[in-house]
């Protein structure tokens, strides 16, 4: 199924990634040297006149990212995606590295509360955005609903889907505490487990929804 | 140094006594009917907060100050000789600190490892890959298997022959069997060529010390002991020298044994760099170069005489695992039904397509779909029902049971039945008999630790790949020192620890263990040395049950497991603990069955899967949750392979032409039906624990009970798998 399916009805609008379009006729030059875009949300707004591009790499620049409430400081190159900045130059590895294309959802973090796989976000495009990762939703001593529920339910094998896993039914549940097995497969159907835990899934977003049986 | 014990063994219904020899120091194995606090009770996984919260740290997620990150440089042809291999490119790109020329300059794969680089970023890595100069000879290649096997294929290794030597097995007369039977069928069935996708790539953290001398290595593999062996041998250092680390690893399934390439790629370059380096497998390289289950071509005959018993079995197999060996899939027709007249043989076929590897229940899965649905075709002809036609012909009074568990839990009667829907959906049903040897072997040694503040540790030299290994051993321990399992923290994944086997052919379970009950029994044994003065009794008239050390015969004379622990005269005791051979007990082999039903669009072919039940015996079942996970697992993955997975080749260019996630169809969530899962508790008296493994045998007849089902829906035999639609439309003839 389509991502775009499940785009949750977030009360903050995601805005720049919709928004993301490069400049036609920026310069041979400068495209190939590096990225020439409209800049993020909030930069846009407050420092760029109309019509001035902002023009970043190929070296590393500085950005700022909100990841889990806190505004952190990195440099990087334009072509490090979000979910390499995370794990490379935050140190947080929750967030896995699997198909690096977009077809298995380990690397699912939230944008805006919205579900992406961050192996498919550059990092410089999640400037003005919340981030929130597997760290961010909770911790193994104050672990957050749906976290608690697949470990009761043993949601997990190799564990190594598990990250992405969470993040994609934390999502669904959020945007529908009461959602039905259907829409937890739906919402599942873009996360591969090779260990096949789905079954396990669908009983611990059941039980995570308040459902009574988590039989899926 | 033995004692004799006589031990009540079976399962329901059909229990007996059995008398054993077992060393003195060996706990009694449980029973049929024993009664146990912890043990068979759903317990979450001991890991699983760390796993939920993206905490738990694999191979991919360790860093190291100063660490590099090391890429592979591939042949991107199938068949070829390197002439020169110019490596200056790299070495002058800044940021790179070590390139190294890989061994072999005979290529016979695309995707073979050529060169490696490690550089401070891994964009650098790859940019510096691309700087390197290979001046190749390219040579003929050969891919599909019935090319390979003429004579005048490009040969794949020099001058040796591409058909490798035929392995034969035979008892009775086939021929007279097909002979005197009353029916007979005959037909071929093929299956896939089908890859682990591990999700964590294959791939390894090395680092040295400053002297060269000791080598510490993370990496994701399913037995830290033989990367230990491995990389000793190569770098002529003591084992001791070598540390081998897997605390977490995301997925094996059978491809990750051994120094596989990347890992010795990562030590190498560590050492040439003299700074840690980190080699983690793309997507595309693990899909081309890490292994996978050989595909198969399976020419089947049976034959039944009037009173539905089987007089023939005749297996004629082929297979191919590129480069690698181990295609057989004769394993099933050998032992799963009971025929006078089997005959088998297996033909390993070489082509230039990356290597196989084992791979969960290597051959079974193959070799039992081929079996079943042969079986199926004979029942049909032979106008018997499919389910009575497998009772006579199985002697397994186990499986026997079971299959009348997993009717009954299916609804076999009321859903095997002729009358089908006029529609273009059509449901049809299937069985398939599973059949696995789970036993565990000897070698493994386990240590228990108590701590003055009354926690307990083992630790075993094993690994956990998914199955739920930390948690089975807290269980154990648990159980045997009377202790809730939170108390118990399991510590494996090191060659620090005592040695265990790698964690393949089902067997962490069983083989682990047994020695974890043999330690916790020891350190009881100590604890209650400590605990008798205090009681006023002898040790061996003391127990240890709900946290506490008790007197048997009066469980008030009691004292708190922690005020034992706190007269530990240091700071900790331990004990250590052995697994023994096996003792024979009650029976060794296991049995299990699996019930499918699907739904076959006859438009479109498209094959949907709704209901499975599987019944399943692993001897003692420790922790029901993870169980369940695994059978899950087991069958979920067997559906992928019936319906979805084909590693597919270009024969023109030789390479792999679906090495991504997104064209190497997966079974998603969308595709899992409702899986019923049954375990039938045997007590084997095998070993102190009675445990068997289970990943395989849950995995061994899905694929066959879904191959069964699409027959019994269509009423003809789809016998290529994957049952793409285009082959179930070309099955009805619509092709």
Not at chain 1, 145 to 156: C, G, K, L, R, S
Not at chain 2, 36 to 56: E, M, N, S
Request: proline residues 6%; aromatic residues 6%.
């Amino acid at each position: 199924m389509n991502r775009d399916d499940r785009t949750p009805k977030s009360p903050r609008k995601p805005h720049a990634i919709s928004r993301r379009s490069f400049i036609k006729g920026a310069g041979a030059v400068a495209a190939a040297a590096g990225l020439v875009r409209v800049g993020p949300a909030q930069a846009e707004e407050k420092t760029l006149p109309p019509g001035v591009v902002e023009k970043l790499g190929p070296e590393a620049a500085t950005i700022e990212l909100n990841i889990n409430g806190k505004l952190a400081k990195l440099e990087i190159e334009p072509r490090v995606t979000l979910l390499r900045a995370l794990r490379e130059h935050l140190g947080l590895t929750g967030t896995k590295l699997v198909c690096d294309r977009g077809a298995c959802g380990a690397c699912t973090v939230h944008l805006d509360g919205k579900p992406v796989t961050s192996c498919m976000v550059l990092a410089i495009d999640a400037r003005g955005h919340d981030v929130t990762t597997i760290e961010g939703l909770g911790t193994p001593t104050n672990m957050h609903p749906v976290q608690e529920a697949f470990v009761e339910a043993d949601a997990q094998q190799c564990g190594f889907c598990t990250p992405g896993m969470v993040m994609s039914v934390a999502a669904a549940l959020e945007r529908n505490p009461a959602a039905t097995v259907e829409q937890i497969k739906h919402a599942t159907a873009g996360n591969t487990c090779r260990c096949g835990t789905y079954p396990h899934v669908f009983a611990a977003a059941l039980k995570a929804a308040g459902h009574a049986s988590g039989n899926a | 140094m033995s004692r004799r014990v006589t031990l009540n063994l079976g399962f329901q219904g059909n229990t007996r006594d059995v008398t054993i020899d077992i060393p003195n120091d060996e706990p009694t194995p449980w029973q049929w009917g024993e009664r146990l606090a912890v043990v068979g009770k759903p317990t979450p996984r001991v890991d699983g907060p760390l796993k939920a919260t993206g905490a738990a740290h694999y191979t991919y997620d360790i860093e190291l100050p100063g660490m590099l990150y090391g890429a592979i440089l591939r042949s991107p042809w199938p068949h070829a000789r390197i002439r020169d291999l110019d490596l200056s490119g790299a070495q002058n790109l800044a940021g790179v600190r070590a390139v190294l020329a890989l061994d072999d300059r005979e290529i016979r794969f695309a995707g073979q490892e050529v060169a490696a680089v490690a550089a401070i970023s891994s964009d650098i890595a790859a940019d510096a890959l691309k700087l390197i100069k290979v001046d190749y000879e390219t040579q003929p290649f050969v891919i599909d298997m019935d090319d390979a096997a003429k004579d005048s294929a490009p040969r794949v290794f020099g001058g040796g022959s591409n058909v490798g030597r035929t392995s034969s097995s035979s008892i009775g007369d086939v021929l007279k069997g097909l002979e005197v039977a009353a029916s007979t069928i005959e037909a071929t069935y093929t299956t896939a060529v089908q890859t682990h996708v591990c999700l964590e790539t294959h791939g390894a953290v090395a680092s040295f010390n400053a002297a060269g001398d000791q080598l510490t290595v993370w990496c994701s593999t399913q037995g830290v002991f033989s990367v230990r062996d491995d990389l000793a041998v190569y770098f002529s250092l003591p084992p001791d020298n070598v540390r081998v680390i897997c605390e977490y690893l995301g997925g094996g399934f059978g491809s990750k044994f051994g120094a596989t390439p990347e890992i010795m790629a990562a030590a190498r370059l560590a050492r040439a760099a003299g700074v840690p380096v980190k080699v983690m497998l793309p997507r595309g390289d693990e899909s081309r170069s890490t292994g996978n289950r050989p595909n198969s071509e399976q020419k089947v005959k049976l034959g039944v005489d009037r009173d539905g018993k089987l007089t023939a079995i005749d297996l004629v197999q082929r297979g191919s695992g590129g480069i690698g060996g181990g295609a057989g899939s004769a394993g099933p027709f050998k032992s799963v039904y009971r025929c006078a007249n089997i005959r088998t043989q297996e033909t390993n076929i070489y082509t230039n397509a990356g290597p196989s590897s084992p791979m969960r229940a290597p051959g079974w899965p193959q070799g039992c779909f081929a079996l079943e649905l042969a079986m199926d075709e004979m029942a049909r002809k032979a106008g018997i029902d499919r389910l009575e036609f497998r009772r006579r012909n199985s002697d397994n009074p186990v499986r026997a049971a079971e299959y009348e568990i997993g009717a009954r839990a299916f609804g076999w009667a009321e859903k095997n039945e002729p009358a089908k829907s006029g529609g273009p959906i059509k449901r049809g049903v299937g069985v398939a008999s599973a059949e696995w040897h789970a036993v565990g072997v000897s070698g493994p040694e386990a240590q228990a630790i108590a701590h003055r503040d009354g926690t307990v540790e083992v630790r075993v030299g094993t690994q956990d790949i998914g199955t739920g290994t930390r948690t089975v051993l807290a269980i154990v321990a648990a159980e045997e020192l009377g202790l809730p399992v939170n108390r118990v923290k399991s510590e494996i994944g090191d060659t620090r620890f005592l040695f265990s086997v790698p964690s393949g052919g089902s067997l962490s379970a069983p083989s682990n263990s047994p020695a974890v009950r043999q330690a916790a029994a020891h350190l009881k044994d100590k604890l209650f040395r400590i605990a008798a003065p205090i009681l006023g009794a002898e040790p061996g008239d003391l127990e240890a049950a709900d946290e506490k050390i008790r007197v048997r015969t009066n469980p008030s004379r009691a004292i708190s497991f922690n005020d034992v622990c706190k007269r530990i005269p240091g700071d900790s005791i331990s004990a250590q603990g052995e697994r023994v051979p096996n003792y024979g007990g009650f029976r060794d082999d296991q049995a299990g069955c699996q019930f499918a039903e699907v739904e076959v669009d006859t438009e479109t072919g498209i094959v949907r899967v709704t209901h499975v039940v599987a019944v399943h015996d692993a001897g003692r079942i420790v922790d029901p949750l993870t169980a369940r996970s695994q059978v899950n697992g087991g069958i979920l993955m067997g559906i992928g392979f019936a319906l979805f997975e084909n590693r597919r080749m270009d024969p023109a260019l030789g390479i792999m032409v679906n090495p991504t996630m997104d064209d190497y169809k997966l079974l998603g969530a969308l595709d899992v039906p409702q899986i019923d899962v049954t375990f039938f508790e045997v007590a084997n008296g095998i070993t102190n624990t009675g445990v068997m493994g289970l990943g395989e045998v849950a995995h061994v007849a899905s694929t066959a009970a879904v191959a069964c089902a699409v027959y019994d829906a269509l009423g003809v035999p789809v016998r290529s798998i994957p049952m793409t639609p285009d082959r179930v439309l070309a099955a009805l003839g619509h092709a």
